[in-house]
């Protein structure tokens, strides 16, 4: 515990010296652009004051009359438990968004950490992992896209695929199919990281206020034979849905 704590801390003051100049004015500046950090801002908000996979929720105020416009992008609630606490208590979704920024990297790197220290038993090299996962240079071209740098769920879940089968743990298993649910990259990140799955959506009701849109994607990978009733699911993720 001690040396996660450490290299949580390592991994923070590593953020905070990249981002050193956002930090007087995080209140009321976006790091990068004010394109997607703004529009991500406008999701958080709203997000923070309507319940989420509502009706209401759904309809996000934009391009109108359509219905069910939250759909055409990142809903982001993934950052629902950083984010809305700091919207409710601040009402600033400028402030909230940086947070959110700023905790990505920690995040992705203790996470990583965690995978490699329970796969090599070295402190030293899951310190080095995190590092390179958390701070390699391709995340620096995401900088204004907060969506793909939120994929700390990726090692979460390795680490409990890796660590189930051996403990038997309920707790492993709920990180496993938690993690990789809620911590999954982004649509666009999707087709870069996952190219030989075919990824299907099933799309919302043209009237959203009738009836709250049922969001199904299936992934179809060749490891996966057809069986009568549906896919059957490779041996080593039995158990986890």
């Not at 740098?149 to 938690?178: I, V």
Request: glycine share 6%; with cysteine; aromatic share 10%.
């Amino acid at each position: 515990m001690s040396q996660a704590l450490a290299a949580a801390l390592g991994y923070s003051l590593i953020t905070a010296l990249l981002f050193r100049n956002l930090l007087p004015v995080i209140t009321t500046d976006l790091y990068s652009d004010i394109g997607d950090p703004l529009l991500n801002c406008a999701v958080l908000a709203w997000n923070a004051t309507h319940l989420p996979l509502t009706n209401a929720w759904w309809n996000f105020p934009s391009f109108a009359p359509l219905a069910g416009v939250t759909a055409f992008t990142e809903h982001l609630l993934g950052a629902y438990p950083v984010a809305s606490p700091v919207i409710w208590i601040t009402g600033n979704p400028v402030l909230a968004y940086n947070v959110v920024l700023l905790l990505c990297f920690p995040l992705n790197g203790i996470a990583t950490f965690a995978l490699v220290r329970e796969l090599t038993g070295s402190a030293i090299a899951a310190f080095v992992a995190g590092l390179a996962f958390a701070f390699a240079p391709s995340p620096a071209e995401h900088l204004s896209h907060v969506q793909p740098l939120m994929a700390f769920g990726m090692p979460l879940a390795l680490f409990g695929l890796h660590r189930y089968p051996t403990s038997g743990k309920r707790a492993d298993r709920r990180l496993a199919r938690n993690a990789g649910r809620h911590g999954a990259p982004p649509r666009y990140f999707q087709r870069e990281t996952v190219p030989l799955a075919s990824i299907e959506y099933r799309s919302p009701p043209a009237n959203a206020d009738a009836a709250t849109p049922r969001w199904t994607r299936r992934l179809r990978h060749p490891m996966t034979r057809r069986r009568r009733g549906g896919t059957s699911v490779p041996p080593c993720f039995r158990g986890l849905s």
